[in-house]
Protein backbone atom coordinates (compact mmCIF):
# COMPACT_ATOMS: atom_id res chain seq x y z
CA UNK A 1 0.00 0.00 0.00
CA UNK A 2 2.80 2.34 0.66
CA UNK A 3 4.41 2.11 -2.41
CA UNK A 4 1.10 2.36 -4.35
CA UNK A 5 0.89 5.68 -2.58
CA UNK A 6 4.39 6.89 -3.37
CA UNK A 7 3.61 6.16 -6.71
CA UNK A 8 0.33 7.92 -6.82
CA UNK A 9 2.15 10.90 -5.04
CA UNK A 10 4.98 10.73 -7.62
CA UNK A 11 2.57 10.84 -10.48
CA UNK A 12 0.42 13.62 -9.08
CA UNK A 13 3.85 15.71 -8.73
CA UNK A 14 4.74 15.11 -12.38
CA UNK A 15 1.30 16.41 -13.54
CA UNK A 16 1.42 19.68 -11.05
CA UNK A 17 5.03 19.82 -12.72
CA UNK A 18 3.75 19.61 -16.07
CA UNK A 19 0.95 22.06 -15.65
CA UNK A 20 3.32 24.98 -13.71
CA UNK A 21 5.55 24.38 -16.78
CA UNK A 22 2.43 24.72 -19.05
CA UNK A 23 1.64 28.17 -17.60
CA UNK A 24 5.41 29.22 -17.81
CA UNK A 25 5.40 28.30 -21.65
CA UNK A 26 2.05 29.83 -22.20
CA UNK A 27 3.11 32.73 -20.69
CA UNK A 28 6.93 33.48 -21.47
CA UNK A 29 7.28 31.18 -24.98
CA UNK A 30 8.31 33.64 -27.79
CA UNK A 31 5.93 33.05 -30.37
CA UNK A 32 1.82 31.42 -30.05
CA UNK A 33 3.06 28.35 -31.70
CA UNK A 34 5.54 27.23 -29.56
CA UNK A 35 3.33 28.18 -26.35
CA UNK A 36 0.75 25.85 -27.53
CA UNK A 37 3.46 23.01 -28.89
CA UNK A 38 4.39 23.21 -25.25
CA UNK A 39 1.30 23.63 -23.45
CA UNK A 40 0.04 20.29 -25.42
CA UNK A 41 2.89 18.38 -25.36
CA UNK A 42 3.70 19.05 -21.08
CA UNK A 43 -0.29 17.70 -20.48
CA UNK A 44 -0.33 14.82 -22.66
CA UNK A 45 2.60 13.48 -21.89
CA UNK A 46 4.25 15.20 -18.77
CA UNK A 47 7.06 12.19 -18.15
CA UNK A 48 8.50 13.00 -21.79
CA UNK A 49 7.72 16.56 -22.32
CA UNK A 50 9.24 17.90 -18.76
CA UNK A 51 12.91 17.08 -19.64
CA UNK A 52 12.61 18.32 -22.95
CA UNK A 53 11.36 21.54 -21.73
CA UNK A 54 14.01 21.74 -19.28
CA UNK A 55 16.64 21.15 -22.26
CA UNK A 56 14.35 23.34 -25.18
CA UNK A 57 12.09 25.19 -23.35
CA UNK A 58 12.81 29.10 -24.51
CA UNK A 59 12.13 32.15 -23.50
CA UNK A 60 13.19 35.87 -23.71
CA UNK A 61 16.38 36.34 -21.22
CA UNK A 62 16.57 39.09 -19.18
CA UNK A 63 20.11 39.15 -17.94
CA UNK A 64 21.36 40.30 -21.39
CA UNK A 65 19.74 43.55 -20.84
CA UNK A 66 21.96 44.82 -18.01
CA UNK A 67 24.94 45.02 -20.41
CA UNK A 68 22.76 46.62 -22.94
CA UNK A 69 21.84 49.37 -20.12
CA UNK A 70 24.92 50.10 -19.26
CA UNK A 71 26.07 50.47 -22.73
CA UNK A 72 23.63 53.52 -23.16
CA UNK A 73 26.19 56.25 -23.48
CA UNK A 74 28.16 54.15 -26.13
CA UNK A 75 25.03 54.17 -27.76
CA UNK A 76 24.40 58.05 -26.94
CA UNK A 77 27.43 58.31 -28.24
CA UNK A 78 26.72 56.75 -31.68
CA UNK A 79 23.34 58.22 -31.81
CA UNK A 80 25.15 61.89 -31.45
CA UNK A 81 27.63 61.01 -34.12
CA UNK A 82 24.94 60.28 -35.90
CA UNK A 83 23.04 63.80 -36.13
CA UNK A 84 26.61 64.89 -37.76
CA UNK A 85 27.32 61.88 -39.84
CA UNK A 86 23.75 60.66 -40.78
CA UNK A 87 23.44 59.73 -44.60
CA UNK A 88 20.49 61.53 -46.89
CA UNK A 89 17.58 59.54 -46.68
CA UNK A 90 17.33 59.95 -50.22
CA UNK A 91 20.62 58.19 -50.46
CA UNK A 92 18.67 54.66 -50.68
CA UNK A 93 15.42 53.65 -51.65
CA UNK A 94 15.40 51.26 -48.77
CA UNK A 95 13.81 52.83 -45.73
CA UNK A 96 16.32 52.97 -42.50
CA UNK A 97 13.72 52.59 -39.77
CA UNK A 98 12.86 48.73 -39.79
CA UNK A 99 16.66 48.10 -39.38
CA UNK A 100 17.09 50.84 -37.40
CA UNK A 101 14.80 49.69 -35.10
CA UNK A 102 16.01 45.65 -35.04
CA UNK A 103 19.78 47.32 -34.26
CA UNK A 104 18.62 49.94 -31.31
CA UNK A 105 21.64 51.82 -33.35
CA UNK A 106 20.93 54.73 -36.53
CA UNK A 107 22.48 53.91 -39.58
CA UNK A 108 26.04 55.44 -39.98
CA UNK A 109 27.54 56.88 -43.56
CA UNK A 110 31.98 56.28 -43.74
CA UNK A 111 32.02 52.89 -44.06
CA UNK A 112 33.77 50.69 -46.12
CA UNK A 113 33.34 46.87 -46.83
CA UNK A 114 35.78 44.10 -48.37
CA UNK A 115 34.50 40.69 -49.43
CA UNK A 116 36.55 38.08 -47.87
CA UNK A 117 35.44 35.16 -49.88
CA UNK A 118 36.20 31.58 -48.19
CA UNK A 119 38.72 30.54 -45.82
CA UNK A 120 42.26 31.74 -47.23
CA UNK A 121 41.05 34.91 -47.94
CA UNK A 122 39.60 35.21 -44.74
CA UNK A 123 42.08 34.16 -42.51
CA UNK A 124 44.95 35.86 -44.34
CA UNK A 125 43.44 38.88 -43.23
CA UNK A 126 42.29 38.19 -40.12
CA UNK A 127 45.51 36.90 -39.34
CA UNK A 128 47.37 40.01 -41.19
CA UNK A 129 44.66 42.57 -39.01
CA UNK A 130 45.84 40.83 -35.62
CA UNK A 131 50.00 41.32 -36.32
CA UNK A 132 49.31 45.02 -37.27
CA UNK A 133 47.31 45.87 -34.48
CA UNK A 134 48.48 48.37 -32.35
CA UNK A 135 46.71 48.63 -29.00
CA UNK A 136 44.09 45.87 -28.69
CA UNK A 137 42.58 42.52 -30.11
CA UNK A 138 38.61 41.28 -29.54
CA UNK A 139 38.09 38.00 -31.13
CA UNK A 140 34.75 36.13 -30.72
CA UNK A 141 34.02 32.71 -32.50
CA UNK A 142 30.95 30.33 -32.18
CA UNK A 143 33.46 27.47 -32.71
CA UNK A 144 37.30 27.39 -32.24
CA UNK A 145 38.75 23.83 -33.08
CA UNK A 146 42.53 22.92 -31.76
CA UNK A 147 43.83 21.88 -35.67
CA UNK A 148 45.95 23.39 -37.80
CA UNK A 149 43.85 27.08 -38.55
CA UNK A 150 42.92 26.86 -35.01
CA UNK A 151 46.72 27.02 -33.26
CA UNK A 152 47.48 29.55 -35.60
CA UNK A 153 45.15 31.83 -34.42
CA UNK A 154 46.20 30.60 -30.77
CA UNK A 155 49.79 31.56 -31.87
CA UNK A 156 48.92 35.26 -33.26
CA UNK A 157 46.90 35.85 -30.34
CA UNK A 158 49.93 34.99 -27.83
CA UNK A 159 52.35 37.10 -29.61
CA UNK A 160 50.27 40.40 -29.92
CA UNK A 161 50.03 39.85 -26.09
CA UNK A 162 53.72 39.27 -25.82
CA UNK A 163 53.88 42.43 -28.09
CA UNK A 164 52.37 44.44 -25.27
CA UNK A 165 48.62 44.31 -26.72
CA UNK A 166 45.66 43.78 -24.90
CA UNK A 167 44.08 40.81 -26.45
CA UNK A 168 40.73 39.20 -25.45
CA UNK A 169 39.10 35.72 -26.40
CA UNK A 170 35.37 34.68 -26.43
CA UNK A 171 33.87 31.57 -27.63
CA UNK A 172 30.60 29.59 -27.35
CA UNK A 173 30.64 26.76 -24.56
CA UNK A 174 28.13 24.46 -26.89
CA UNK A 175 29.73 25.38 -30.21
CA UNK A 176 33.19 24.93 -28.53
CA UNK A 177 32.49 22.14 -26.34
CA UNK A 178 35.41 19.97 -27.83
CA UNK A 179 37.87 22.35 -27.33
CA UNK A 180 40.43 21.32 -24.92
CA UNK A 181 40.88 22.95 -21.57
CA UNK A 182 44.88 22.44 -22.78
CA UNK A 183 44.14 25.14 -26.11
CA UNK A 184 42.59 27.74 -23.33
CA UNK A 185 45.33 27.42 -20.93
CA UNK A 186 48.13 28.12 -23.27
CA UNK A 187 46.67 31.13 -24.14
CA UNK A 188 46.05 32.46 -20.32
CA UNK A 189 49.57 31.89 -20.09
CA UNK A 190 51.08 33.42 -22.74
CA UNK A 191 49.02 36.33 -21.95
CA UNK A 192 45.18 36.28 -23.63
CA UNK A 193 42.73 37.27 -21.10
CA UNK A 194 39.88 34.19 -21.92
CA UNK A 195 36.38 34.37 -21.22
CA UNK A 196 35.49 31.10 -19.43
CA UNK A 197 32.76 29.28 -21.32
CA UNK A 198 31.69 27.05 -18.68
CA UNK A 199 30.83 29.97 -16.59
CA UNK A 200 28.75 32.48 -18.76
CA UNK A 201 25.05 32.43 -18.22
CA UNK A 202 24.22 30.97 -21.64
CA UNK A 203 24.82 27.30 -22.15
CA UNK A 204 27.41 25.09 -20.60
CA UNK A 205 26.78 22.01 -22.19
CA UNK A 206 25.49 19.94 -25.50
CA UNK A 207 21.89 19.19 -23.74
CA UNK A 208 21.34 23.08 -23.19
CA UNK A 209 21.06 24.28 -26.59
CA UNK A 210 19.43 27.78 -26.86
CA UNK A 211 20.75 30.77 -26.52
CA UNK A 212 23.90 29.54 -27.89
CA UNK A 213 26.62 33.08 -29.26
CA UNK A 214 26.75 32.41 -32.56
CA UNK A 215 28.53 35.41 -33.60
CA UNK A 216 32.14 35.90 -35.20
CA UNK A 217 33.49 39.13 -34.26
CA UNK A 218 37.45 40.15 -34.63
CA UNK A 219 38.21 43.95 -33.78
CA UNK A 220 41.67 45.81 -34.07
CA UNK A 221 42.51 49.02 -31.89
CA UNK A 222 38.05 50.32 -32.69
CA UNK A 223 39.74 51.13 -36.57
CA UNK A 224 38.73 47.37 -38.37
CA UNK A 225 36.21 44.59 -37.81
CA UNK A 226 35.23 41.11 -39.26
CA UNK A 227 32.40 39.13 -39.29
CA UNK A 228 30.88 36.82 -41.34
CA UNK A 229 30.08 32.77 -41.50
CA UNK A 230 33.31 31.20 -41.00
CA UNK A 231 34.36 29.81 -37.41
CA UNK A 232 37.96 28.77 -36.70
CA UNK A 233 38.89 25.02 -38.26
CA UNK A 234 40.40 23.32 -40.67
CA UNK A 235 37.33 22.84 -42.12
CA UNK A 236 36.34 26.05 -42.86
CA UNK A 237 39.64 26.24 -45.43
CA UNK A 238 38.13 23.26 -47.12
CA UNK A 239 40.71 20.85 -45.43
CA UNK A 240 37.41 18.78 -44.38
CA UNK A 241 37.35 15.26 -46.38
CA UNK A 242 33.91 14.52 -45.99
CA UNK A 243 32.74 18.52 -46.90
CA UNK A 244 35.16 18.81 -49.46
CA UNK A 245 35.73 22.72 -50.76
CA UNK A 246 33.82 24.97 -47.81
CA UNK A 247 31.84 27.92 -49.61
CA UNK A 248 31.94 30.71 -46.97
CA UNK A 249 31.73 34.50 -46.54
CA UNK A 250 33.33 37.11 -44.30
CA UNK A 251 33.60 40.70 -44.45
CA UNK A 252 35.99 43.57 -43.28
CA UNK A 253 34.73 46.87 -42.28
CA UNK A 254 36.37 49.86 -41.65
CA UNK A 255 34.43 53.39 -40.35
CA UNK A 256 32.17 53.66 -37.64
CA UNK A 257 30.10 50.34 -38.36
CA UNK A 258 33.44 49.23 -36.24
CA UNK A 259 32.33 51.13 -33.29
CA UNK A 260 29.00 49.51 -33.45
CA UNK A 261 30.55 45.78 -33.79
CA UNK A 262 32.75 46.79 -30.95
CA UNK A 263 30.26 47.63 -28.64
CA UNK A 264 28.31 44.17 -29.23
CA UNK A 265 31.53 42.59 -28.43
CA UNK A 266 31.52 44.38 -25.12
CA UNK A 267 28.09 43.34 -24.44
CA UNK A 268 29.02 39.97 -25.07
CA UNK A 269 31.66 39.92 -22.92
CA UNK A 270 30.07 41.20 -20.20
CA UNK A 271 26.71 38.63 -20.55
CA UNK A 272 30.26 36.33 -20.42
CA UNK A 273 32.13 37.94 -17.79
CA UNK A 274 30.56 40.44 -15.58
CA UNK A 275 33.34 42.71 -16.86
CA UNK A 276 32.82 46.13 -18.26
CA UNK A 277 35.36 46.85 -21.32
CA UNK A 278 33.76 50.19 -22.51
CA UNK A 279 36.39 52.43 -20.77
CA UNK A 280 39.14 49.77 -21.92
CA UNK A 281 38.27 50.40 -25.74
CA UNK A 282 38.58 53.59 -28.03
CA UNK A 283 35.46 54.98 -29.43
CA UNK A 284 36.87 57.23 -32.22
CA UNK A 285 37.41 56.16 -35.67
CA UNK A 286 37.85 57.66 -38.66
CA UNK A 287 35.63 57.60 -41.55
CA UNK A 288 36.37 55.79 -44.92
CA UNK A 289 36.96 57.48 -48.17
CA UNK A 290 34.29 55.28 -49.77
CA UNK A 291 31.52 56.60 -47.25
CA UNK A 292 29.15 53.77 -47.65
CA UNK A 293 25.67 54.23 -45.39
CA UNK A 294 25.58 50.43 -43.26
CA UNK A 295 24.53 49.45 -39.86
CA UNK A 296 25.68 46.26 -37.88
CA UNK A 297 22.26 44.40 -36.66
CA UNK A 298 22.97 42.47 -33.79
CA UNK A 299 20.02 40.22 -32.82
CA UNK A 300 19.16 37.85 -29.91
CA UNK A 301 16.81 36.19 -27.61
CA UNK A 302 17.18 38.80 -24.85
CA UNK A 303 15.51 41.60 -27.56
CA UNK A 304 11.99 42.57 -26.46
CA UNK A 305 10.70 42.16 -30.59
CA UNK A 306 11.19 38.97 -32.94
CA UNK A 307 14.15 41.24 -34.46
CA UNK A 308 15.80 38.15 -36.45
CA UNK A 309 12.61 37.50 -38.46
CA UNK A 310 11.98 41.24 -38.64
CA UNK A 311 15.20 42.21 -39.84
CA UNK A 312 14.41 39.64 -42.92
CA UNK A 313 10.95 40.78 -43.28
CA UNK A 314 12.25 44.02 -43.79
CA UNK A 315 14.88 42.96 -46.67
CA UNK A 316 12.31 40.90 -48.51
CA UNK A 317 9.32 43.88 -48.15
CA UNK A 318 11.71 46.37 -49.52
CA UNK A 319 12.64 44.48 -53.01
CA UNK A 320 11.07 45.60 -55.44
CA UNK A 321 13.09 43.74 -58.82
CA UNK A 322 15.67 41.46 -56.98
CA UNK A 323 16.12 39.35 -53.49
CA UNK A 324 19.05 36.74 -53.52
CA UNK A 325 19.53 34.86 -50.28
CA UNK A 326 22.27 32.45 -49.25
CA UNK A 327 21.60 30.40 -46.09
CA UNK A 328 22.82 27.15 -45.08
CA UNK A 329 19.42 26.02 -43.39
CA UNK A 330 15.78 27.06 -44.83
CA UNK A 331 13.51 26.76 -41.99
CA UNK A 332 11.44 29.95 -41.79
CA UNK A 333 8.80 31.20 -39.68
CA UNK A 334 5.37 31.77 -41.17
CA UNK A 335 5.99 35.14 -41.69
CA UNK A 336 9.15 35.05 -43.87
CA UNK A 337 7.50 32.15 -45.99
CA UNK A 338 4.90 34.76 -46.37
CA UNK A 339 6.83 37.04 -47.15
CA UNK A 340 8.67 35.59 -49.78
CA UNK A 341 5.81 34.46 -51.54
CA UNK A 342 4.46 37.83 -51.72
CA UNK A 343 7.40 39.14 -53.22
CA UNK A 344 7.83 36.24 -55.96
CA UNK A 345 4.04 36.93 -56.53
CA UNK A 346 4.95 40.87 -56.97
CA UNK A 347 7.06 40.07 -59.83
CA UNK A 348 10.73 39.99 -57.54
CA UNK A 349 12.82 37.78 -58.75
CA UNK A 350 13.14 35.98 -55.65
CA UNK A 351 16.28 33.51 -55.42
CA UNK A 352 17.34 30.69 -52.31
CA UNK A 353 20.92 29.53 -52.59
CA UNK A 354 21.27 26.63 -50.15
CA UNK A 355 23.44 23.73 -49.87
CA UNK A 356 22.98 20.56 -51.54
CA UNK A 357 24.90 18.67 -49.19
CA UNK A 358 23.53 18.15 -45.35
CA UNK A 359 26.01 18.53 -42.42
CA UNK A 360 23.06 18.84 -39.94
CA UNK A 361 20.73 16.37 -41.27
CA UNK A 362 17.44 17.44 -39.55
CA UNK A 363 17.25 20.82 -40.49
CA UNK A 364 18.30 19.83 -43.97
CA UNK A 365 15.13 17.54 -43.88
CA UNK A 366 12.49 19.84 -42.79
CA UNK A 367 13.86 22.49 -45.25
CA UNK A 368 12.46 19.91 -48.01
CA UNK A 369 9.02 20.92 -46.43
CA UNK A 370 9.60 24.55 -47.51
CA UNK A 371 10.46 24.37 -50.79
CA UNK A 372 7.26 23.50 -52.19
CA UNK A 373 5.04 26.36 -50.60
CA UNK A 374 6.95 29.13 -51.64
CA UNK A 375 8.21 27.50 -55.46
CA UNK A 376 4.65 27.14 -55.99
CA UNK A 377 4.36 31.29 -55.64
CA UNK A 378 7.84 31.84 -57.89
CA UNK A 379 10.67 31.66 -55.09
CA UNK A 380 13.82 29.52 -57.54
CA UNK A 381 15.23 27.00 -54.79
CA UNK A 382 18.97 27.03 -56.04
CA UNK A 383 21.56 23.85 -54.58
CA UNK A 384 24.97 24.30 -54.17
CA UNK A 385 26.74 21.42 -55.27
CA UNK A 386 30.57 22.10 -54.79
CA UNK A 387 31.30 21.40 -51.26
CA UNK A 388 28.97 22.64 -48.67
CA UNK A 389 27.75 26.51 -48.50
CA UNK A 390 27.61 28.02 -45.32
CA UNK A 391 27.44 31.93 -46.08
CA UNK A 392 24.61 33.99 -44.30
CA UNK A 393 24.22 37.02 -47.44
CA UNK A 394 21.33 38.65 -48.46
CA UNK A 395 21.36 41.18 -51.63
CA UNK A 396 18.13 43.70 -52.43
CA UNK A 397 17.73 45.00 -55.80
CA UNK A 398 21.10 47.45 -56.27
CA UNK A 399 20.77 48.99 -53.25
CA UNK A 400 21.03 47.04 -50.02
CA UNK A 401 23.45 44.17 -48.88
CA UNK A 402 24.20 41.87 -46.43
CA UNK A 403 26.86 39.57 -44.81
CA UNK A 404 26.79 38.12 -41.35
CA UNK A 405 26.33 35.30 -39.01
CA UNK A 406 22.12 35.11 -39.10
CA UNK A 407 20.51 31.80 -41.25
CA UNK A 408 17.25 32.43 -42.27
CA UNK A 409 15.62 29.58 -39.56
CA UNK A 410 13.98 29.79 -36.52
CA UNK A 411 17.00 29.35 -34.21
CA UNK A 412 18.82 32.21 -35.86
CA UNK A 413 15.10 34.10 -35.41
CA UNK A 414 14.75 33.60 -32.04
CA UNK A 415 17.47 31.56 -30.01
CA UNK A 416 20.87 32.23 -30.59
CA UNK A 417 22.85 35.43 -30.75
CA UNK A 418 23.49 37.04 -34.16
CA UNK A 419 25.33 39.76 -36.04
CA UNK A 420 24.07 41.03 -39.12
CA UNK A 421 26.60 43.84 -41.33
CA UNK A 422 24.21 45.84 -44.04
CA UNK A 423 25.22 48.38 -45.98
CA UNK A 424 22.67 50.51 -48.06
CA UNK A 425 25.21 51.19 -50.79
CA UNK A 426 24.90 50.34 -54.39
CA UNK A 427 28.87 49.42 -54.39
CA UNK A 428 28.65 47.02 -51.62
CA UNK A 429 25.23 45.05 -53.66
CA UNK A 430 27.49 45.40 -56.54
CA UNK A 431 30.33 43.23 -55.00
CA UNK A 432 27.59 40.52 -53.52
CA UNK A 433 25.80 40.42 -56.86
CA UNK A 434 29.09 39.65 -58.37
CA UNK A 435 30.04 36.69 -55.92
CA UNK A 436 26.21 35.18 -55.97
CA UNK A 437 26.20 35.14 -59.76
CA UNK A 438 29.79 33.11 -59.49
CA UNK A 439 28.47 30.82 -56.87
CA UNK A 440 25.11 30.27 -59.23
CA UNK A 441 27.39 28.30 -61.50
CA UNK A 442 27.58 26.27 -59.00
CA UNK A 443 23.84 25.47 -58.02
CA UNK A 444 21.29 22.92 -59.73
CA UNK A 445 17.49 24.54 -59.66
CA UNK A 446 15.15 22.65 -58.04
CA UNK A 447 12.29 21.69 -60.33
CA UNK A 448 11.38 18.99 -57.98
CA UNK A 449 8.55 18.79 -55.44
CA UNK A 450 8.74 16.66 -52.59
CA UNK A 451 6.61 13.72 -53.69
CA UNK A 452 9.58 13.53 -56.39
CA UNK A 453 11.99 13.12 -53.90
CA UNK A 454 13.59 9.64 -52.22
CA UNK A 455 11.74 8.22 -49.64
CA UNK A 456 14.27 9.56 -47.23
CA UNK A 457 13.57 12.78 -48.00
CA UNK A 458 9.57 12.20 -48.84
CA UNK A 459 8.78 10.74 -45.56
CA UNK A 460 11.04 12.33 -43.56
CA UNK A 461 10.78 16.07 -44.32
CA UNK A 462 7.43 16.30 -42.85
CA UNK A 463 8.81 14.90 -39.38
CA UNK A 464 11.42 17.11 -39.46
CA UNK A 465 9.18 20.01 -39.93
CA UNK A 466 7.79 19.13 -36.83
CA UNK A 467 10.76 20.66 -35.13
CA UNK A 468 10.92 23.59 -37.14
CA UNK A 469 10.95 25.72 -33.54
CA UNK A 470 13.93 24.18 -32.24
CA UNK A 471 15.50 24.42 -35.60
Request: hydrophobic residues 45%; proline residues 5%; glycine residues 8%.
Amino acid sequence: MFWVFLSSLAVAAMYIAAFLCALQAASTARTPQGAVGWVVFLLATPFLAIPAYLFLGHHRISGYQVSRRESKRVIDGIRDFATTHAPDPEVSPVPFGPFEHCADMPVLRGNAMDLLINGEQTFDAIFDAIDDAKSYVLVQFYIIHDDTIGRALRDRLIAAAKRGLTVRLLTDGVGSYSLPASYLDTLRAGGVTVADPGAAPGPRHRFQINYRNHRKTVVIDGNSGFTGGLNVGDEYTGNDPTFGPWRDTHIRLTGPMVLQLQLIFAEDWHWATGEFLLDDLSWRTDRAAEDMPGLIVATGPSDLSETGSLMFFSAIASARNRLWIASPYFVPDTDIVTALRHAALRGVDVRLMVPDMADHHLPWLAAHAYFDAVRSDGVRIFRYIEGFMHQKVFVVDDDLAAVGTSNLDNRSFRLNFETMALFFDSRAAAQVDAMLREDFTRCFELTEDLSQQSPYVRWGAPVARLFAPLL
